[in-house]
């Protein structure tokens, strides 16, 4: 009996192995769509992480590229805003300038017969004054004339010009010179020195300091001078020429009461 029991076991056994190759082939065989589809699952996923990764690269990108728009924009608007400002200010002086053309204009036309008028009276205290440098200060009077009736001369040059000549006869009452000229005396034509001093002393010494004379306003002519100033005089045009230091000097004065003074 228990023989029997054992024989059927083993026979079941033998009888049921050929059974398992063939259950597995047919897992296999049912599960290979679902590993498939598992792969492509797993593909499409794959695919779907990297079109992700480069989206958002791509959108990092578009952020750092809006924010370095941003602050050009930024910068751009505070350039404008500046240049407005310049704007602004430039046509603010352009106002200013054309106004200042219209007055220039009427300013012209008061400053030149006023420049004519001051020429004139320069060419009167010229001949009233104390004779000295005539041929000089006499052309550059007629000089200020003659430009005046230029009209490739600028208005400003014009004035500028007769102010420097009133400089140049304010700054003779203020100094002292020396130099040589040509006088007639005893009917001959002589070579003389001239010492300036300002407009308050005129004298002429020849150069062999055998006649000196000194200007009379007053009166307006020459007058000899004493020959005891020879020495006064000599050492006077010797400062003016720079080739002695500044000294008292004793030299003779006209005064509006006496003939000589000193």
């Not at 699952?41 to 794959?46: E, H, Q, V, W």
């Not at 695919?47 to 690269?57: F, G, M, P, R």
């Not at 300038?97 to 300013?107: H, P, R, T």
């Not at 006077?236 to 006209?254: E, N």
């Amino acid at each position: 009996m228990k023989h029997s029991l054992i024989s059927s076991v083993v026979l079941f056994a033998l009888c049921s192995a050929p059974l398992f190759p063939h259950s597995l082939a047919a897992q296999e065989s049912s599960l290979a769509p679902v590993v498939d589809a598992a792969n492509k699952i797993n593909s499409a996923a794959k695919s779907s992480q990297l079109t992700v990764e480069k989206i958002a690269d791509s959108t990092q990108e578009r952020i750092q590229q809006y924010k370095q728009i941003t602050r050009q924009i930024q910068g751009l608007e505070v350039y404008t805003q500046q240049l407005q400002k310049q704007i602004n200010a430039q046509v603010l002086e352009k106002d200013e300038l054309n106004a200042s053309i219209d007055e220039v204009s009427v300013v012209e036309r008061q400053i030149t017969p006023l420049m004519l008028r001051m020429i004139d009276s320069l060419d009167k205290f010229v001949q009233l004054d104390v004779p000295f440098l005539p041929e000089e200060r006499t052309e550059r009077v007629a000089n200020l004339r003659e430009l005046m009736d230029r009209a490739d001369v600028d208005v400003s040059e014009k004035f500028r010009r007769v102010m420097e000549a009133f400089q140049i006869e304010a700054d003779y009452g203020r100094n002292i010179e020396a130099y040589n000229g040509e006088m007639t005396l005893a009917g001959q034509p002589q070579d003389v020195e001239f010492l300036r001093m300002g407009r308050t002393v005129l004298l002429y010494k020849t150069r062999d300091g055998s006649s000196m004379g000194v200007w009379n306003q007053e009166q307006r002519e020459w007058q000899v001078l004493d020959p005891s100033y020879a020495s006064n005089v000599q050492e006077a045009i010797r400062v003016a020429r720079k080739q002695l230091a500044p000294d008292l000097l004793m030299l003779p004065v006209f005064t509006s009461t006496s003939s000589i003074g000193e």
